[in-house]
């Protein structure tokens, strides 16, 4: 699974370890293209173990782990969406975490190194963009207004699924995979993924429709247990579709979001597809 000859050698010692969820696709999958060149320097990077010290997934620590994302799109992006690439070839689509926005992400991004890694993309010929999520009622905040991708009446997965505000989000986002798709970006260029309420849509989003994209990433996030788009994965839908390279990634030492919740939906994916 994991490709250690193409971690970047910059990126060995800014990382400390964490915990690699299981990848989970068919052999297919392995040993196609699509997982080939599908996020093996993200791959490596998360799993690089050079300290004592335990990664926790912060902000911070987020963008360095998109800095490795470069080498499996062999860095190909936008520096930012409204500076349109000409004749884009690739696409990543970054969802931002609760409370947050596009914007913020990118800015944030930017700030890390200067805007270098979204500038060598964006000469490359692979658009980056950062979908707002958009306000809705959060319950978690007694109602108020927020910016989030879905509702949550509890915190852990054993809190029932706000299935309507999923499908909403969900919605959105495959609205803009299909205009990547009309502009001549193939599916398999696409890559979405995001951190922590971001990664859970990217995930929900994936197995909706699967044929939309070529690989997505989860970084701190999961799936409720009663999650609608478990009874959709039927005998007949799993026989008949290409899954895209899915990577989920946790910080061992994460308080909020606890590791275990992401890897109890890792292994749950992992035996039913």
């Not at 306000?135 to 108020?144: D, E, F, I, K, Q």
């Not at 852990?156 to 999923?166: Q, Y």
């Not at 579709?241 to 909020?256: C, E, R, S, Y």
Request: charged fraction near 20%.
């Amino acid at each position: 699974f994991v490709d250690r000859a193409a971690r970047p050698p910059s990126m060995a010692s800014c990382l400390t370890s964490c915990q690699l969820l299981p990848f989970w696709a068919s052999p297919a999958h392995l040993s196609g293209g699509g997982r080939s060149r599908a996020w093996p320097a993200l791959s490596a990077i998360a799993s690089e173990r050079n300290s004592g010290r335990r990664f926790g997934l912060t902000r911070t620590n987020l963008a360095l782990l998109l800095l490795g994302a470069g080498g499996a799109f062999e860095r190909k992006a936008m520096a930012a969406p409204m500076r349109a690439v000409e004749k884009p070839k690739s696409a990543i689509v970054l969802l931002h975490g609760s409370g947050d926005s596009g914007e913020g992400l990118r800015r944030y991004l930017e700030f890390v190194d200067g805007g270098e890694l979204l500038e060598n993309w964006r000469a490359s010929g692979v658009e980056l963009h950062f979908p707002d999520s958009g306000m809705r009622p959060y319950s978690l905040a007694g109602g108020r207004r927020m910016s989030i991708w879905y509702d949550r009446t509890g915190l852990p997965p054993s809190a029932p699924e706000s299935t309507e505000s999923v499908e909403d989000s969900v919605k959105v986002l495959s609205e803009l995979l299909n205009k990547l798709k009309s502009k001549g970006i193939p599916p398999e260029r696409i890559a979405v993924g995001g951190f922590s309420m971001g990664g859970g849509i990217a995930l929900q989003l994936a197995l909706r429709h699967p044929e939309a994209m070529g690989a997505v990433f989860v970084l701190s996030s999961f799936m409720c247990d009663d999650a609608a788009v478990y009874k959709s994965l039927n005998a007949e839908k799993l026989n008949s579709t290409k899954w895209p390279a899915i990577l989920m990634v946790h910080g061992q030492n994460d308080d909020f979001i606890m590791s275990s919740w992401g890897h109890a939906t890792a292994q749950r994916l992992q035996q039913t597809l």
